[in-house]
């Protein structure tokens, strides 16, 4: 099983696509209907000109609903919106359905095999060819359990049909991709063929499973790197005969100009498998790099197995590896701690959702990875929803890096000792296919530089049994990256450490102080999924999906619960923690704009308070190691949990993320009033000047500090301290502006607060798994009583050269004596008013000081003209260029 080509878009009728060993083709699409809806001869269906007229035409990868949205029985735009989701009859998804291809074949030359390979079903499936039947669900269970069926002996010279009966998936008792409380259930719980299924031909030996090891372990040992690579490959004979083939592989250098070919002869016994494992040493070998810390060299492979005749037997599909290191150990405070190619690796990264459909567009992962790097983080976390290999290809090209691992909160953790799952007691088959499924996934993202780490358990850790079938699943597809027992520090099996990861909350709002507290999910440790649970998307985005009555319940009925948000009976159905917070902060809301204004402000400082609290903490005594935001996106349009709303058009959330996780930046300590200078980068040092301004509500300039200070890569020191701000403040509040600049006076960061005179103040005893109280709020609503101040703004076209983006230099002034406070730009289509996605601006939601100038670049995919909008406070939209 060879991952690369199973997500092939180009598809060739399959008579053409599979004429010699070595072809594999994707089954193009297919007919699917209920199992309500036919008649219950499947042996009659799964033969070859059965009239499937009045079923549904789907692609190659579907859940039933996804399917369904495809053929235009319903229409994605009306199930997101509001609660109609909840209008679906479940009934129609609790029988199974079926997936039915049919394709004509030339006859089979002697010796010559011909395979259906799965990737995973859900929640099972029956499988038949021609009327035979070639598994039972007893067999292909398990969504991600992937299985090479041999239908030689049942090939038809002409048509030929496959009909695939997927049972409906039980989060309870199936190993499959649940939701737990990220969002409503799907209504068909992700059943059916939600990834493509292959077709192969090969002689009467096959080659699978390439993997790749190196001893390859630091950047440190020299500038030219010689490296001892070993490839493994798994051959199967499946013919009569002891047969001698020959393993042919080729490596390219990332730039094609290099070529190393390698060959070993192996004899098989009839039926008989055997690994092959060649080795080769690279001299100048080109080390892979995550994103801001180099760049991202893949190796081309090539795999083929020949009889002694020279006849190609099968090839392996090309696939790219990449060079590098990645290790985990647990510090001194029993801290999870990674390691890429020897360098201190500190996680910033954000929960993955995939869609609620499991539908798979690779251009917008591409977007929503730019999204990912344009933030600043350097890793996303797949809790139990694993990908398709494009993902982990686009992942290598960009430089991302993926901790993946098993889910919580259902069948994945049905362990004795987890009174929190609800799933079903595993038996014998469950472990089966836990192990099947590791092997699969393993053997998927064996070779992708961009893979950080798999996590065996979430919220718990794996049995005993479990364990054991995981890590040899693992090892025997060599996994060469850490393994993790779970998200959490509850507890771990004895054949791996603790994990060094807490869980310890928040999910829900918490003040941006919080951060720089010494429990919970503060500022130490790797926190594996923790935030103040903020998202909250634009009013343009929210009126995509919300109903008139649930925007008034929003901003009006502040303890309302939101079809959007988690599931009713979930501590995450409303925003009664963060309404609170929102209205004694920031005051009451007094309309549905002026609540979406205000809850940008929220959304800002939360994201950027954790961030940069991770940031400044990378080396104190107790280390901030990592942190996952919880979380990045959502699986469909929803209120919270995400930095980056579902129709990727960013808001406040984004943005203190942003602001936050500059590779160089400065950043204010709310609790200990300190400044830290920050640097991310594995190289970058120097002198840096540190300029401080405190200005007034009203433009008083309060204070003027500077510093100067040596930076220091990977590493965060403590510059100036500020405590004489509450002092300043008498009472009342005022901005804090940062700016960072370099010995060029190039600006490196610039960095804007409002600050009280006195801080949130938690009660951490109170605290629970997902909150900290918070027994007195920080006061800004004199923000309400600014001034609205007006800004010379303009915006026009830059030649930047970027495939496919239009660049535009937007320049603000701010000619008044207050301080314009938290303006938000926008690019619209200039005849819908819609806003224009993907989109990447310098900076946004931004403040300017009194006679401050600003110049902020925006790259936006314009194909229809553009035009750029401004808003002051929850003013009215300005334009302010077009082009
Ligand atoms: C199902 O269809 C097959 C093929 O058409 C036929 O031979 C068989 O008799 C049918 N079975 C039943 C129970 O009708
Ligand atoms: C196929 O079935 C449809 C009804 O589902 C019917 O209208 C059509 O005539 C059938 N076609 C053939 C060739 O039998
Ligand atoms: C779905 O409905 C929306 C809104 O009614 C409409 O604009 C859109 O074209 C529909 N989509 C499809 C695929 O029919
Ligand atoms: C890997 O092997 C090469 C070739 O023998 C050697 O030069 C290099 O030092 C080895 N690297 C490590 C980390 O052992
Ligand atoms: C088999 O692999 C060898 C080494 O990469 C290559 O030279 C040869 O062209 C390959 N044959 C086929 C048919 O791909
Ligand atoms: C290889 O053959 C053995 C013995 O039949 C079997 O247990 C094992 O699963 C096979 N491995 C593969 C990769 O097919
Ligand atoms: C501005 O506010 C400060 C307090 O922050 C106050 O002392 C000063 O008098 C005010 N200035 C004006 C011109 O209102
Ligand atoms: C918050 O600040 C405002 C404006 O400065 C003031 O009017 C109000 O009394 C303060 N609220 C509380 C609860 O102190
Ligand atoms: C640019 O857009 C075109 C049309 O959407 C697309 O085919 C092409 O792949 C894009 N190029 C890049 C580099 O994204
Ligand atoms: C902003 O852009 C304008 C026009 O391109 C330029 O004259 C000015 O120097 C820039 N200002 C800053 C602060 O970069």
Same mark, same amino acid.
């Given at each position: 099983?060879?991952?690369?080509?199973?997500?092939?878009?180009?598809?060739?009728?399959?008579a053409?696509?599979?004429?010699?060993?070595?072809?594999?083709?994707t089954?193009?699409?297919?007919?699917?209907?209920?199992?309500?809806?036919?008649?219950s001869?499947?042996?009659?269906?799964?033969?070859?000109?059965?009239?499937? *007229?009045?079923?549904y035409?789907?692609?190659?990868?579907?859940?039933?609903?996804? #399917?369904l949205?495809?053929?235009?029985?319903?229409?994605?735009?009306?199930?997101?919106?509001?609660?109609?989701?909840?209008?679906?009859?479940?009934?129609?998804?609790?029988?199974?359905?079926?997936?039915r291809?049919?394709?004509?074949?030339?006859?089979?030359?002697?010796?010559?095999?011909?395979?259906?390979?799965?990737?995973?079903?859900?929640?099972?499936?029956d499988? =038949?060819?021609?009327?035979?039947?070639?598994?039972?669900?007893?067999?292909?269970?398990?969504?991600?359990?992937?299985?090479?069926?041999?239908?030689?002996?049942?090939?038809?010279?002409?048509?030929?049909?496959?009909?695939?009966?997927?049972?409906?998936?039980?989060?309870?008792?199936?190993?499959?991709?649940?939701? %737990?409380?990220?969002?409503?259930?799907?209504?068909?719980?992700?059943?059916?063929?939600?990834?493509?299924?292959?077709?192969?031909?090969?002689?009467?030996?096959?080659?699978?499973?390439?993997?790749?090891? @190196?001893?390859?372990?630091?950047?440190?040992?020299?500038?030219?790197?010689? %490296?001892?690579?070993?490839?493994?490959?798994?051959?199967?004979n499946?013919?009569?005969?002891?047969?001698? $083939?020959?393993?042919?592989g080729?490596?390219?250098?990332?730039?094609?100009?290099?070529?190393?070919?390698?060959?070993?002869?192996?004899q098989?016994?009839?039926?008989?498998n055997?690994?092959?494992?060649?080795?080769? @040493?690279?001299?100048?070998?080109?080390?892979?790099?995550?994103?801001?810390?180099?760049?991202?060299?893949?190796?081309?492979?090539?795999?083929?197995?020949?009889?002694?005749?020279?006849?190609?037997?099968?090839?392996?599909?090309?696939?790219?590896?990449?060079?590098?290191n $990645?290790?985990?150990?647990?510090?001194?405070?029993?801290?999870?701690?990674?390691?890429?190619?020897?360098?201190?690796?500190?996680?910033?990264?954000? /929960?993955?959702?995939?869609?609620?459909?499991?539908?798979?567009?690779?251009?917008?992962?591409?977007?929503?990875?730019?999204y990912?790097?344009?933030?600043?983080?350097?890793?996303?976390?797949?809790?139990?929803k694993?990908?398709?290999?494009?993902?982990?290809?686009?992942?290598?090209?960009?430089?991302?890096m993926?901790?993946?691992?098993?889910?919580?909160?259902?069948?994945?953790?049905?362990?004795?000792?987890?009174?929190?799952?609800?799933?079903?007691?595993?038996?014998?088959?469950?472990?089966?296919?836990?192990?099947?499924?590791?092997?699969?996934?393993?053997?998927?993202?064996?070779?992708?530089?961009?893979?950080?780490?798999?996590?065996?358990?979430?919220?718990?850790?794996?049995?005993?049994?479990a364990?054991? =079938?995981y890590?040899?699943?693992?090892?025997?597809?060599?996994?060469?990256?850490?393994?993790?027992?779970?998200?959490?520090?509850?507890?771990?099996?004895s054949?791996?450490?603790?994990?060094?990861?807490?869980?310890?909350?928040?999910?829900?709002?918490?003040?941006?102080?919080?951060?720089?507290?010494k429990?919970f999910?503060?500022?130490? /440790?790797?926190?594996?999924?923790?935030?103040?649970? %903020?998202? @909250?998307?634009?009013?343009p985005?929210?009126?995509?999906?919300?109903?008139?009555?649930?925007?008034?319940?929003?901003?009006?009925?502040?303890? /309302?619960?939101?079809?959007?948000?988690?599931?009713?009976?979930?501590?995450?159905?409303?925003?009664?923690?963060?309404?609170?917070?929102?209205s004694?902060?920031?005051?009451?809301?007094?309309?549905?704009?002026?609540?979406?204004?205000?809850?940008?402000?929220?959304?800002?400082?939360?994201t950027?308070?954790?961030?940069?609290? =991770?940031?400044?903490?990378?080396?104190? *005594?107790?280390?901030?190691?990592?942190?996952?935001?919880?979380?990045?996106n *959502?699986?469909?349009?929803?209120?919270?949990?995400?930095?980056?709303?579902?129709d990727?058009?960013?808001?406040?959330?984004?943005?203190?993320?942003?602001?936050?996780?500059?590779?160089?930046? $400065?950043?204010?300590?709310?609790?200990?009033?300190?400044?830290?200078?920050?640097?991310?980068?594995?190289? *970058?040092?120097?002198?840096?000047?540190?300029l $401080?301004?405190?200005? /007034?509500?009203? #433009?008083?300039?309060?204070?003027?500090?500077?510093?100067?200070?040596?930076?220091?890569?990977?590493?965060?020191?403590?510059?100036?301290?500020?405590?004489?701000?509450?002092?300043l403040?008498?009472?009342?509040?005022?901005?804090?502006?940062?700016?960072?600049?370099?010995?060029l006076?190039?600006?490196?960061?610039?960095?804007?607060?409002?600050?009280?005179?006195?801080?949130?103040?938690?009660?951490?005893?109170?605290?629970?798994?997902?909150?900290?109280?918070v027994?007195?709020?920080?006061?800004?609503?004199?923000?309400?009583?600014?001034?609205?101040?007006?800004?010379?703004?303009?915006?026009?076209?830059?030649?930047?050269?970027?495939?496919?983006?239009t660049?535009?230099?937007v320049t603000?002034?701010?000619?008044?004596?207050?301080?314009?406070?938290?303006?938000?730009?926008?690019?619209?289509?200039?005849?819908t008013?819609?806003?224009?996605?993907p989109? =990447?601006?310098?900076?946004?939601?931004?403040?300017?000081?009194?006679?401050?100038?600003l110049?902020?670049? %925006?790259?936006?995919?314009?194909?229809?003209?553009?035009?750029?909008?401004?808003?002051v406070?929850?003013?009215?939209?300005?334009?302010?260029?077009r082009?």
């Amino acid at each position: 099983m060879w991952p690369s080509s199973w997500t092939s878009v180009f598809l060739l009728p399959l008579a053409e696509a599979l004429q010699s060993p070595g072809d594999r083709a994707t089954i193009a699409g297919w007919h699917l209907q209920s199992t309500q809806a036919v008649n219950s001869n499947l042996t009659a269906w799964s033969l070859p000109h059965a009239n499937v *007229s009045s079923w549904y035409r789907v692609g190659p990868r579907a859940t039933v609903l996804a #399917g369904l949205i495809q053929s235009g029985v319903y229409n994605e735009s009306d199930l997101f919106y509001s609660d109609h989701l909840a209008d679906l009859r479940e009934s129609d998804f609790q029988v199974p359905w079926l997936y039915r291809e049919e394709f004509a074949l030339p006859a089979l030359p002697p010796n010559q095999h011909l395979f259906l390979i799965t990737h995973g079903i859900s929640s099972k499936a029956d499988i =038949f060819f021609n009327g035979i039947q070639i598994a039972s669900s007893d067999f292909q269970r398990g969504s991600y359990v992937g299985v090479s069926y041999d239908l030689t002996p049942h090939v038809f010279v002409g048509s030929n049909a496959v009909l695939i009966k997927a049972y409906p998936t039980n989060y309870h008792e199936d190993l499959a991709l649940g939701w %737990v409380d990220w969002n409503p259930h799907p209504p068909d719980s992700g059943m059916g063929v939600w990834r493509a299924v292959e077709l192969q031909l090969t002689g009467p030996v096959s080659i699978s499973s390439p993997r790749i090891t @190196t001893n390859f372990s630091s950047s440190e040992t020299g500038e030219s790197t010689a %490296v001892i690579i070993k490839f493994k490959a798994d051959v199967k004979n499946h013919g009569e005969f002891s047969t001698d $083939v020959v393993i042919m592989g080729a490596i390219l250098s990332p730039d094609l100009s290099r070529r190393i070919d390698l060959a070993q002869h192996v004899q098989l016994p009839p039926y008989s498998n055997s690994t092959v494992s060649l080795k080769t @040493t690279l001299n100048d070998a080109q080390i892979w790099w995550p994103a801001a810390w180099g760049p991202q060299p893949l190796y081309q492979l090539s795999l083929n197995v020949s009889l002694l005749s020279g006849a190609i037997s099968d090839i392996a599909p090309s696939a790219r590896f990449g060079i590098r290191n $990645v290790a985990s150990t647990l510090n001194a405070n029993n801290d999870v701690e990674y390691t890429i190619n020897g360098h201190r690796f500190q996680v910033r990264g954000a /929960g993955y959702a995939p869609d609620i459909f499991l539908r798979f567009d690779i251009e917008r992962v591409e977007y929503i990875f730019q999204y990912v790097l344009d933030m600043g983080l350097n890793t996303i976390r797949l809790e139990g929803k694993q990908e398709h290999p494009a993902f982990f290809e686009l992942a290598d090209r960009m430089g991302l890096m993926v901790m993946a691992g098993w889910e919580c909160c259902d069948k994945w953790e049905a362990w004795t000792y987890n009174e929190e799952a609800p799933g079903a007691q595993w038996h014998d088959e469950d472990y089966i296919a836990a192990y099947e499924s590791m092997v699969h996934e393993a053997e998927m993202m064996q070779l992708h530089p961009s893979l950080l780490a798999f996590l065996v358990g979430s919220d718990y850790w794996p049995d005993e049994r479990a364990t054991q =079938f995981y890590l040899s699943a693992l090892h025997r597809m060599d996994w060469p990256n850490p393994i993790i027992a779970s998200a959490s520090k509850r507890g771990h099996p004895s054949q791996l450490p603790e994990s060094g990861m807490k869980m310890d909350g928040p999910y829900d709002w918490v003040p941006p102080n919080y951060w720089y507290g010494k429990l919970f999910g503060a500022a130490f /440790g790797f926190g594996s999924e923790q935030g103040a649970g %903020v998202g @909250t998307p634009e009013l343009p985005s929210l009126q995509s999906f919300l109903s008139p009555s649930d925007l008034k319940t929003l901003w009006s009925n502040l303890n /309302g619960g939101q079809y959007h948000l988690s599931p009713e009976g979930s501590d995450f159905h409303d925003r009664k923690i963060y309404n609170t917070a929102l209205s004694r902060r920031y005051g009451s809301p007094q309309s549905l704009e002026d609540y979406i204004y205000k809850a940008q402000i929220m959304d800002y400082e939360a994201t950027r308070a954790e961030f940069e609290a =991770f940031a400044a903490r990378q080396n104190a *005594s107790h280390q901030a190691t990592g942190v996952i935001y919880w979380m990045l996106n *959502s699986a469909w349009p929803s209120l919270h949990w995400q930095l980056l709303p579902y129709d990727l058009r960013p808001a406040g959330a984004y943005f203190g993320t942003k602001v936050a996780s500059r590779l160089e930046h $400065v950043v204010h300590d709310y609790e200990s009033r300190s400044v830290y200078l920050i640097n991310h980068s594995l190289e *970058s040092s120097g002198t840096r000047r540190i300029l $401080v301004d405190l200005v /007034g509500v009203n #433009g008083t300039q309060l204070l003027r500090r500077e510093a100067t200070a040596e930076t220091v890569p990977l590493a965060s020191k403590k510059v100036l301290s500020l405590l004489e701000i509450p002092t300043l403040l008498s009472g009342n509040i005022a901005f804090l502006r940062l700016v960072l600049t370099d010995d060029l006076n190039t600006i490196l960061s610039r960095n804007i607060y409002w600050v009280s005179t006195q801080n949130d103040i938690l009660d951490w005893d109170r605290s629970n798994w997902y909150t900290t109280p918070v027994t007195t709020y920080a006061n800004f609503t004199a923000l309400g009583q600014m001034q609205v101040v007006k800004l010379e703004a303009t915006a026009a076209p830059i030649n930047n050269a970027l495939v496919n983006l239009t660049s535009i230099e937007v320049t603000l002034e701010n000619q008044a004596d207050v301080p314009a406070f938290f303006i938000r730009l926008a690019v619209v289509d200039p005849s819908t008013r819609e806003e224009l996605t993907p989109v =990447f601006w310098s900076d946004n939601y931004v403040t300017l000081f009194p006679r401050e100038r600003l110049n902020l670049t %925006v790259n936006v995919r314009a194909t229809e003209g553009w035009m750029v909008t401004m808003r002051v406070a929850h003013g009215e939209e300005q334009v302010i260029g077009r082009g």
